[in-house]
Structure formats: structure tokens, C-alpha cells
């Protein structure tokens, strides 16, 4: 077990280091010269003498291999460059709007589990019945409904019901949990929703695939509990799949959720990758981008070790 | 312990009239029709009959194991133990599953779960029926291990299921059947997804368990060979009703229903020379959608009568003891005329009809390896799994050569490799004097066809029959236009049995056998020389199965097609081929002519064959003295030196893992590899 991990772990830095390279010459391939557009922004008419200082001030008018090298080597120190809208470092800027992002995709995955198990699992073991078409009814909609329309949805049932929406700006999740909480709320179950019908369509199908297993008959043939049956013989291997849908899931939310960050207002990862666009400001646009394929990957990774933990044949195979 | 032996007389199970009814989409099934047993305390009961007949069925409905939504199951009474099991609720059912009647299932590999420890799943029913302390149920477990033979079992009850071998885990399944020391085991084909040597292994150990325990076993099988070999008593069943029911002797010695009859006729012998054409029962068993009224037994019977419309009483068979009855108006003419009720054998016909002279396909020194990359740590490294070493053989126009071993001995490899479907690693072959390679094999493909195992998964189920067949005649423009082409379908449709209306259909429209006769069509339809025949008969039922193997006998001798048979069942294999090819780990172990090989036998690993697989026959079981091969199958990757036989061989000595015994002529015809035989 310890072996595979170190192995996985040994994986992720090819793997990164790929990524990096990709995402480098990716955003310089986007057409429009960012500081040309930041300096009309600002100044209105320019010289391109004036730009031409800037650029070169920047770093940007160095020789292309030279940028990649500086790039590629304040990678393992943590340092992302500087952004060329706010010309402060990159890494701060991220660190200081990630954890809200994390936080929902926390909440929003904690809550879908929540709901989707139970569900997909009783849906599962009562198939055929009203409930199951109910709860088939309900997870198709989670599929069929984009998120943020649902999220707009619940903003105008606030409104109706309550009468105002939830402050925000958001309190921190130490300084006033509830509150924080709260916000989060709407967000989160506008993306959850959706999540929770994938979780338990995946759960009722890998329930009832294990369920038709030889060796679920071998256990009820021991005289098992029924309740042991399904529990301890059923959904330990119903959930290899399911782990695997959590995870991928919740690494898109961390840096997805670009639309429902707008709808809700959320200062998160999704709506900076919207300011880095539209600024052309390429050096936060790489450094989102290496952030979230990172986050990507080393939830990958924990996915990876959960499943090797579930299912011993991948932890032998190695 | 002997006193159990003694009291096979007390009642332990008494089912009378169970019924069990399958809903489905197209109507009801009555798989289990009014059936009535008796299972007596420690006896072996074996319950034989072809797929579909409902031996299973009857016995996942005594555990109460049928999903509960699409079956019913009904009986006057099911009195287990002095407890009628048909009424008692499900929370006292449960006490009964795996406490006093266990079960054992067909499939070892997929019957375990996969992320459970062997402990855990052996300790499972000890706590929950024995109250036993996690402690003291892992004592016991490793008692059991022991017991049903697995060594190291203090080691093996913290592995997991892929860990161990298919025997194994059919002797791990075996443990925890017999953990709670139950009165009733009941193992459901318990040896049909194993090599034959390993049957042998796990049938002695529950017949064994059964003696020394006084444990009742009712066996499920399709296997006459191991019928006669281990039970007590026999029921027949045929679509969903017993229809014939005596000790071992009375239906072996004097069966009393045509089935019976035709059934033990329709498979060959492995101890006796063939005696012509096997008998075969003619159609397939009924649909249980819509039986029909009377005998069900009738449509296929061959002395059927007006009377059987009626349904036939169960009556005491003529001339044998009470306990053997039957089904059947006709049962005292089929007592005394069985031995022609499917035609007279022509028992002259001991060996095959002659083939011709000339050598069509040669094969020297074949070798296929199959490179895999093992992982050590961070490193990998390949390795050859050698499937084929080193193997030559011919085939002449018009011959049979069978080719037989069990599951990774390299037999299936061999008849890739021949038609370059895999590329050869080494050696040549040569087919009608021509050396095959990658670049005219496609001109040599029309002479050289293939059939292959599964006839469910080997046809393309969203072609027709008629497009199936005529693709190969299209493509190798065998005949000009369309017209031309639809004809040379019918014409091979008839050809293998069929009706040239079943162009139309799918072939999941058809039935097993029905596939494997358009399988042998689509062979045909290039009008081969040579087809190799991949364990064509294999996923088929023995009544089907005979009608298949007289078929591929019937186009080679209208034909002159000569074959290469692949096969595990030694009996089929003796019955079809003029010479046999033994295969061991990818080694020839010995080669001679069928009758030769088979009564003469030479190689340990031949006798050791021979020896595991039972003839249908009590009397010769009861007399036989087994020696059955210890331990399993090396692994292909890392075989044995020298001999590859030599770790699992009675007679081997140090010289053996030395040595590569050479293929030498022990008499003419017959070549052996084995160094104590030469010395001999």
C-alpha cells in the first residue's frame, strides 16, 4: 500500500510538469497583446514605444525559451509570476480567492454525498418501485437543469419568499461559521443538485450491478443479515465506481463554476478566470490554470489511493 | 465415523411437490413442475439433467435464493430436519442458509467477493450462526482451510480471492459451505468451470467430507462421469420434472426412460473404442413458455406413442430395485430394448474411417510467446509466457488430430498461431506444401478455417444467418451474383442441418447448437481442407453436443476435410480424432493414435488425465483406484526446468527438473517426453 502510494505520487510530477509546459505556450498562442490593451484601458491613446517599455519591463519581450525557463523555475519555489493587471504576485492573488472556491466544492460535494447516497441506495434496492421512478424522476432533472439556472432560480425564490438575498460579502468560515455557511447555502445546493443526481444514478446502477453478483447469492447463502449482505458485500464494491464520479466531480468544482460564481457573486477561482480573460492578463490565466490542473490531479491521485484502500486487487497488482 | 455411512436410510429432506414459476416479459415459466424428492441423511444425491431442465432452480429454491420479485415458489412441503422450510418466515429461513443446509456454487471465480480476505469471508457465518468471537472464529477457519487441503493456511485466510487459484477458491467455497459443520450441501456444478485433474481434487474431498462428516451432499451436475463416479442416488430431471429416480447402479445398469437412455448414449466413451456414430436425441428440450401436455419427453422420444400425450404416472421401473422409478408409459420396452432404442451400434466401427496419405499441414518446431512486462518495485522487465514450445505435428488430407490438455497447456495458442491469427514467435508451418507467413496466409485463409468455442459470442449479432454466410463467398468471390451467392447459403445451411429459411434470422433467435451448426456453416462456406476446431462442442449440452460431433464427422467424410480438434474433454476427443496430441504447459507430452493413446497410455501426465476424468459407469468407478495429481497447474510464467511436468509428477526424479525430455518413439506412431519411460 505505502509502495503504490509513493509510486502515484512519483507519477503526479511528469504529470504537472506536462501541464505546465502546455498551459506556458497555450495562453501566448491567444491573440492580443495584454498590455497594449491594459495601457488603452488605462491611457487611452499610446505610443508603441510606450508599450514596447512596458513589455520589455515586464519581462515580455524577453527571448520566448528565456520567459519559459523563468517560468519553469519559479514553479517548484511557488512563484507564478507577477500579474500583469495588478502587478502583484499571482500566487497571492490565488491563495487569497482559492479557499472560498475550495470551501463550496467542499460543501457542495459533502452535501451531494449527503443526499445522493442514501438515495441512490434506496432507489437501488426498492428498483421497480414509485419511489425508485420518483428519485429517477428528480435525478434526470439534476442532469437536464444547468446549474446556474437553477442557482438564478433560488436567487428569485429567495427574493420571493424571504424577501432578500444572503449578504455578499461573505464572513469567513472561522471568524462567523453560520453566516458563512449560509451564504455558501444557495451556491451549493444550485451546483449540488446536479451533482448529487449524478452520485446516485452512478450508486443505483453499481448497486443493482452488485446485486446480481455471484458472490452476494454466496453471502445470503451463509445466512447473513440481509442488512450485512447489501452493506458489507454490496456497496463496499458498489462504491469503486461511485469514488471515482466524487472525484472528478469535485476536482471540477474547484475550478468550474464559473458561471455560478457570477450568479451568486462568489469571489472565487471561476470568476477570476473570467477578470483574467477578459484582461488578457496572461500570467494569472497560466498560473489559474496550473492551479487548477494541480488540484485536478492530486485529487486524482487521492481518488487513486481511496480505491486502491477499497479494492485490494489494484493494491497487488503492483 | 463409519456409522453414518450406515443410516442413509433416516429422511433428512422431503420435498413434495415443489413448484417454482418465473415471471418474465414474454409470460410465465414453470421451471420446477410439481417435483417431489427425497434426500436421506449423509448420502450423495446427485440430480443430472441438460441447462434449462431446472436442477438448479429446485436447488436455489430449498436455500430460498430466487429473487424473490419474478419467482414464486410453492410446495405442499419442503420438510427439512423435522422443519417444514415452505412455511417458516424469512428471519428463520436465514438461520437455516448456511447453519444446516449450505450451498456451493459453479463459479469459484466470481462467487467470492473480490475485496473481502478469505478469513473474513470464512469467519462471516461462524459468528453469525455459532456466536463466535473473532478469535475463535479465525482458529476455526484456519482448522477449515486445513482441512479442505489448502497449505498455509494461517497465511492464505489474510489473502485475498484473486490470490488464489480456481481450485482454491473452490476449496475455500468448500470451507465455508462446511464451517458450521451444516447437515445438507448442496454444490451446484461444483467442478464444471475446472480442469479436469482438479475436479478430481475437489469432488474426492466433498465425497471425503461427506464419508467422514456424515454431511448429505446433493450434487448438480450435467457430468454422467461424475455421477457415476460419487453418487448414491440419481434423479434425472428433463424440462422442469424428474422423470427418472434410482441408486447410481439402477440408472446407470437398467435405465428405465428413453431420456435416460439417450442421454448416457449421446456421450462417448473414454475407457471403450468408439463404436460408430454417437447416438444423439434428435430437436432440442421444450420451451418451458409453452410445454407440451403429456410426456414432455415425447416430441424428441423415439418410440413415442399416442398415449404419451398423456402425462405418464411415476411407477416402480421393471426389474429393479424399489427405489428406482420412472416416468414413462413405455418404461418396461425401454428396459429391455435400451441398447436399441437409438439405432443398433455398430460395434465393429473401433476405429476411424481412413484418411488420405498426403501431409497437408505441417508444423515444425512452433513456438508462440507472448511477451508481458512484469513490475518489480519501480522497475519492469518483460517476460515470455512461452504458450507454444516447441511443437511439430501434420495433418493428413481427411484427418482428425486431436489436441487436448487443460486450461494453459497452449492448445488454444497452437491453433491460433497456425492461422497466423497470432503472429508465430518461432518455427514453421507449412500447409500443402507451401510455407505460411504474414504475407500469403491470406491466400492459404479459404483452405484453412476456424470454429471457434462460443457460439453465443463468435457470430455478430447484428448480421443475419444469411449475411454471416454469405460474406466469406462474397469476399472470396466463390460465386458471381447475388442469386448465385443466396443459393450457396441454403445449400450450406443444409448442409450443417438447418433450413435455408434461417437466413433471416439473428443468430440470438437460434438456439446453442443451432449457432455452432451456422459457426461450422461459416467454416464450410469457403469449402476449407482444413478446419480447426476451437472446444467447438464445449459451451453445448451432451444431447446437442453428440448431433454436433456426428455432424463435423459427416462433412469429413463427404468432404475429406481434415481437422484439428482442440478440445479439454478427453472422451470427445478419443471419440473424433485418429491421432491425439497431449499438451502440458505449452510442451508436447505425448502423441499416438487414439485407441493407442487411450489404452495404452504412457506419459504421466496422460494416465494422470485419463485417471481424474470418470466414466459413466459405476461399476467401473466403484472398482477404480484413483491417483489424482496434487497441487495446481504451474504458473506459465515461471514453469518448472527441465520436464514442465516434473513438480506435479508421481514417478519424477531429480534428473526430471534437469533435463527437457525429447518427444521419443515409444512404438511406432506413439512419441513420448519423458526420460523414465525411455529408461524404462
Not at chain 1, 213 to 233: F, N, P, S
Not at chain 2, 8 to 30: A, H, I, N, P, Y
Not at chain 2, 84 to 94: F, H, I, N, Q, Y
Request: charged letters at 20%; glycine letters at 8%; aromatic letters at 6%.
Amino acid at each position: 500500500m505505502l509502495r503504490y502510494t509513493a509510486k502515484r505520487l512519483l507519477l503526479v510530477l511528469p504529470t504537472l510538469t506536462a501541464v505546465a509546459m502546455l498551459v506556458f505556450f497555450l495562453v501566448r498562442v491567444v491573440p492580443g497583446d495584454p498590455v497594449e490593451n491594459k495601457m488603452m484601458g488605462e491611457f487611452g491613446d499610446v505610443t508603441p514605444e510606450q508599450v514596447l517599455k512596458e513589455r520589455t519591463r515586464l519581462g515580455l519581450e524577453d527571448p520566448l525559451p528565456i520567459q519559459f525557463m523563468n517560468f519553469m523555475v519559479g514553479l517548484p519555489q511557488g512563484d507564478l509570476g507577477i500579474s500583469l493587471v495588478t502587478e502583484r504576485s499571482v500566487m497571492e492573488e490565488i491563495g487569497g480567492r482559492i479557499s472560498i472556491s475550495i470551501e463550496l466544492a467542499l460543501f457542495a460535494t459533502i452535501l451531494s454525498v449527503l443526499i445522493a447516497f442514501p438515495l441512490g441506495t434506496l432507489a437501488a434496492l426498492y428498483r421497480g418501485t414509485w419511489f425508485d421512478y420518483l428519485i429517477r424522476m428528480i435525478t434526470i432533472g439534476g442532469l437536464a437543469v444547468p446549474s446556474f439556472w437553477f442557482g438564478m432560480l433560488l436567487i428569485m425564490a429567495l427574493l420571493a419568499v424571504v424577501g432578500k438575498l444572503p449578504s455578499l460579502d461573505t464572513a469567513g468560515l472561522f471568524e462567523d461559521p453560520l453566516a458563512n455557511l449560509y451564504t455558501l447555502l444557495w451556491p451549493a445546493i444550485s451546483v449540488g443538485y446536479r451533482y448529487s443526481a449524478v452520485i446516485a444514478r452512478m450508486l443505483r446502477s453499481s448497486i443493482l450491478e452488485v446485486l446480481a453478483e455471484d458472490y452476494i447469492r454466496t453471502a445470503r447463502a451463509k445466512g447473513l443479515y440481509e442488512r450485512v449482505v447489501i452493506v458489507k458485500h454490496g456497496m463496499r464494491n458498489a462504491l469503486l465506481p461511485t469514488v471515482t464520479v466524487v472525484g472528478l466531480e469535485f476536482a471540477f468544482l474547484i475550478g468550474g463554476l464559473v458561471v455560478t460564481e457570477q450568479v451568486f457573486n462568489i469571489n472565487g477561482i471561476g470568476k477570476m478566470f473570467v477578470e483574467a480573460v477578459q484582461f488578457n492578463d496572461l500570467t494569472m490565466l497560466q498560473g489559474l490554470v496550473l492551479v487548477v490542473a494541480t488540484s485536478f490531479v492530486l485529487i486524482n491521485l487521492a481518488v487513486d489511493i481511496l480505491y486502491a484502500t477499497l479494492d485490494p486487487r489494484i493494491r497487488y497488482q503492483t | 465415523m463409519n456409522k453414518h455411512k450406515n443410516d442413509k436410510t433416516d429422511v433428512l429432506l422431503e420435498v413434495e411437490e415443489l413448484e417454482v414459476e418465473f415471471t418474465t416479459g414474454v409470460g410465465t415459466v414453470r421451471a420446477v413442475d410439481k417435483t417431489s424428492f427425497k434426500v436421506h441423511k449423509g448420502e450423495f444425491l446427485a440430480i443430472v439433467g441438460e441447462s434449462g431442465c431446472g436442477k438448479s432452480v429446485t436447488a436455489l429454491s430449498l436455500m430460498r435464493l430466487l429473487p424473490k420479485k419474478i419467482a414464486t415458489v410453492k410446495a405442499n412441503k419442503i420438510i427439512f430436519d423435522g422443519l417444514d422450510l415452505s412455511t417458516l418466515p424469512e428471519s428463520e429461513m436465514r438461520t437455516i442458509r448456511g447453519r444446516h443446509m449450505s450451498m456451493i456454487f459453479q463459479e469459484p471465480m466470481t462467487s467470492l467477493n473480490p475485496v473481502l480476505t478469505i478469513g473474513d469471508q470464512l469467519t462471516e457465518p461462524l459468528i453469525t450462526h455459532l456466536n463466535m468471537s473473532q478469535k475463535e472464529a479465525e482458529i476455526r477457519a484456519i482448522e477449515l482451510l486445513s482441512m479442505v487441503g489448502i497449505p498455509d493456511p494461517e497465511r492464505r485466510i489474510t489473502q485475498y480471492p484473486h490470490q488464489f487459484s480456481g481450485g482454491m477458491r473452490q476449496r475455500a467455497m468448500i470451507a465455508i459451505g462446511l464451517s458450521c459443520e451444516p447437515k445438507l450441501i448442496i454444490a451446484d456444478e461444483p467442478t464444471t468451470a475446472l480442469d479436469v485433474t482438479i475436479q478430481a481434487q475437489i469432488l474426492e474431498l466433498l465425497k471425503d467430507i461427506s464419508d467422514r462428516l456424515g454431511i448429505a451432499v446433493v450434487l448438480i451436475t450435467h457430468n454422467l462421469g461424475v455421477v457415476a463416479a460419487y453418487a448414491d442416488r440419481v434423479n434425472v430431471m428433463y424440462a422442469a420434472r424428474i422423470i427418472e429416480r434410482g441408486t447410481s447402479t439402477n440408472i446407470f445398469a437398467t435405465p428405465a426412460h428413453p431420456y435416460t437412455v439417450g442421454l448416457m448414449r449421446s456421450v462417448p466413451r473414454l475407457d471403450k473404442p468408439r463404436v460408430g456414430r454417437l447416438a444423439t436425441i434428435e430437436g432440442m428440450p421444450p420451451n418451458l413458455l409453452d410445454p407440451p401436455v403429456g410426456c414432455r419427453f415425447r416430441e424428441r422420444c423415439p418410440i413415442a406413442e399416442s398415449r404419451c400425450k398423456e402425462t405418464p404416472p411415476t411407477i416402480p421401473a421393471s426389474n429393479s430395485s424399489p427405489e428406482h422409478t420412472v416416468s414413462c408409459w413405455k418404461s418396461e420396452f425401454v428396459n429391455t430394448n435400451a441398447a436399441t432404442l437409438y439405432g443398433v451400434e455398430t460395434a465393429t466401427e473401433t476405429e476411424k474411417a481412413a484418411h488420405g496419405d498426403k501431409v497437408l499441414l505441417r508444423v515444425k518446431g512452433l513456438k508462440q510467446y507472448f511477451k508481458i512486462s512484469l513490475r518489480e518495485g519501480f522497475r519492469s522487465h518483460d517476460v515470455d509466457i512461452r504458450a507454444v514450445d516447441d511443437m511439430s505435428f501434420e495433418v493428413r488430407e481427411g484427418e482428425t488430430v486431436g489436441l487436448v490438455g487443460e486450461s494453459g497447456c497452449g492448445k488454444t495458442s497452437a491453433g491460433r498461431a497456425i492461422l497466423h491469427l497470432n503472429t508465430p514467435t518461432g518455427g514453421k508451418i507449412e500447409f500443402d506444401g507451401n510455407l505460411l507467413n504474414g504475407g500469403n496466409i491470406a491466400a492459404v485463409r479459404r483452405d484453412m478455417q476456424v470454429i471457434f468455442q462460443d457460439p453465443f459470442s463468435s457470430l455478430n449479432p447484428r448480421m443475419k444467418v444469411g449475411q454471416i454466410l454469405e460474406e466469406p463467398v462474397k469476399v472470396h468471390k466463390l460465386r458471381e451474383g447475388k442469386k448465385a451467392r443466396l443459393d450457396r447459403v441454403a445449400e450450406l445451411l443444409t448442409q450443417v442441418g438447418l433450413y435455408p429459411y434461417m437466413a433471416d434470422r439473428y443468430p440470438h433467435e437460434l438456439s446453442g447448437g443451432q449457432r455452432q451448426r451456422v459457426g461450422i456453416a461459416r467454416a464450410l462456406a469457403l469449402e476449407p481442407r482444413m478446419i480447426i476446431c476451437d472446444e467447438p462442442v464445449s459451451a453445448l449440452d451432451v444431447s446437442v453436443q453428440a448431433q454436433i460431433i456426428n455432424l463435423l464427422e459427416d462433412l469429413q467424410s463427404t468432404l475429406g476435410i481434415a481437422y484439428v480438434f482442440i478440445a479439454h474433454d478427453l472422451a470427445v476427443v478419443r471419440h473424433i480424432s485418429h491421432r491425439v496430441i497431449v499438451m502440458y504447459l505449452g510442451k508436447v507430452m505425448e502423441v499416438g493414435a487414439g485407441n493407442a493413446l487411450y489404452e495404452n497410455p504412457q506419459h504421466p501426465y496422460t494416465r494422470a488425465l485419463l485417471d481424474a476424468a470418470p466414466v459413466p459407469d459405476p461399476e467401473i468407478e466403484q472398482n477404480r483406484k484413483r491417483t489424482i495429481l496434487e497441487g495446481d497447474i504451474p504458473s506459465p510464467l515461471n514453469p518448472p526446468s527441465g520436464c514442465v511436468f516434473s513438480t506435479r509428477c508421481p514417478i519424477a526424479t531429480k534428473e526430471c527438473s534437469d533435463v527437457v525430455p525429447p518427444l521419443d518413439e515409444f512404438a511406432p506412431g506413439h512419441t513420448v517426453a519423458c526420460i523414465q519411460i525411455k529408461a524404462n
